[in-house]
């Protein structure tokens, strides 16, 4: 499947735990047999602050991303860990454009539980492993899944999260296979009808009933 397509690139944007970076590239590799490589890091994103949110516009990140372009990259994850907002939710875990090459990560909420109590490593590294997952199952066109068991599945938080298996649905997993077999030149083609915006573990969920 795919084997020549160009890797997936893992990047750290500030101080982020190493061993964060490759859990999210074993999993890329483990689960979607993609090869992974992890970049040399790039400089917390400062110039995505905004001043009255006190968060980090994801927006903007994957702007500056994309000028950068990454050319010897298929696709390019962005870890961090800064709060990240985009406009009209309270925040997102992660981000990325729907059939894009960037996607962010952002660690900043996945370190507790929903009582507020600190999360042990395992299940933060857990956390991590699926919300770049979903964001990379963005990238290559994925939208959002009404199967609960299923990786593609939206959630609202991090009870939703933990709840939100790993693996894909059979219907997710079958479009994921033929998109990565048909590469990239026939993207639009492939792309699913109904158009949901584009984040996902955030606060969208309440502006979708
Ligand atoms: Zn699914
Ligand atoms: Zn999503």
Redesign the pocket.
């Known amino acids: 499947m795919s084997l020549k397509k160009r890797p997936v690139g893992v990047v750290s944007l500030g101080e982020v735990p190493e061993i964060a970076l490759k859990v999210i590239a074993a999993h890329i590799s483990g689960y979607f047999n993609l090869s992974v490589q992890i970049l040399p890091p790039l400089e917390h994103p400062e110039y995505a602050f905004d001043k009255r949110r006190f968060q980090y516009n994801a927006g903007i990140i994957i702007k500056a991303f994309e000028s950068k372009r990454f050319t010897d990259y298929d696709k390019v994850i962005g870890v961090l860990n800064a709060d990240l907002f985009i406009p009209i939710f309270t925040h997102v875990f992660g981000e990325a454009k729907q059939g894009g090459k960037f996607a962010l990560v952002s660690m900043f909420r996945l370190g507790k539980d929903p009582d507020g109590s600190p999360s042990p490593s395992s299940l933060i590294y857990e956390r991590v492993a699926k919300v770049a997952l979903h964001e990379l199952g963005h990238l290559f066109n994925l939208l959002h899944?009404r199967?609960k068991k299923?990786?593609?599945?939206f959630s609202g938080g991090i009870q939703d999260l933990d709840e939100t298996p790993i693996y894909?649905?059979r219907?997710?997993s079958t479009f994921f296979k033929d998109r990565l077999l048909l590469g990239s030149d026939k993207e639009e083609s492939l792309k699913q009808p109904d158009k949901i915006p584009l984040d996902l573990f955030g606060s969208e969920e309440r502006f979708r009933q």
């Open positions: 899944c199967e299923c990786l593609m599945h894909l649905c219907y997710c």
